[in-house]
């Protein structure tokens, strides 16, 4: 019963609506019918295309990427046998600069005497025997004794660290030229 009076509501409503579909001719349905199946076709098409395109774009960007760490790993490598190359010569020419400030510091002028050298007096007939070994100039009589021994430890300090750290910057100035060489531009 519910079904006779459904069919009867739905004739009474559609009753003017059916009509006009009735009075549609079968060619234009059948236009209707092409144009909606190709409707429906270009908008399946478009999204099949941004799928594939997607997924273009995704292949496309992991091969790029693969390939760009595959660049920064091998330029990276190069980078890390070269930064150790300088470090060991640069490590090596402060080693150097250490040692030669501890021999002027040992054997230098830091060490040097503030003492008068005079040659031995002459006893009786006897010559002078020996030099002064003096590379000065006279000293005035009364002031021989008052010589000034200067610090000359804390000015090796100051040059051998001055020389270590000159020897850092031109390995630094040298490590960037090279790695600067070494990436693409």
Not at 76 to 101: C, F, G, P, V, Y
Not at 111 to 117: D, E
Request: one cysteine or more.
């Amino acid at each position: 019963m519910t079904g006779l009076v459904a069919g009867m509501g739905a004739k009474a409503a559609l009753g003017g609506v059916g009509g006009f579909f009735k009075s549609i001719p079968r060619w234009a349905w059948i236009a209707l019918a092409i144009a909606s199946a190709a409707l429906l076709g270009l908008l399946w098409h478009g999204h099949a295309i941004k799928k594939h395109d997607k997924a273009l774009r995704v292949a496309v960007t992991a091969e790029i990427q693969a390939k760009t760490q595959k660049l920064i790993d091998g330029l990276n490598s190069k980078n890390a046998q070269l930064t150790a190359t300088l470090r060991r010569k640069n490590d090596e020419t402060a080693r150097t600069i250490i040692h030669d400030a501890g021999t002027v510091r040992l054997s230098g002028p830091g060490k040097a005497q503030c003492r008068p050298s005079l040659p031995v007096a002459a006893r009786g007939s006897q010559p002078t025997r020996g030099t002064s070994d003096v590379a000065v100039a006279e000293v005035p009589p009364g002031q021989g004794l008052d010589l000034i021994g200067l610090p000359f430890a804390a000015t090796v300090d100051f040059a051998e660290q001055h020389d270590l750290n000159r020897a850092e910057v031109l390995a630094w100035r040298d490590w960037y030229k090279q790695i600067e060489k070494s990436w693409p531009h």
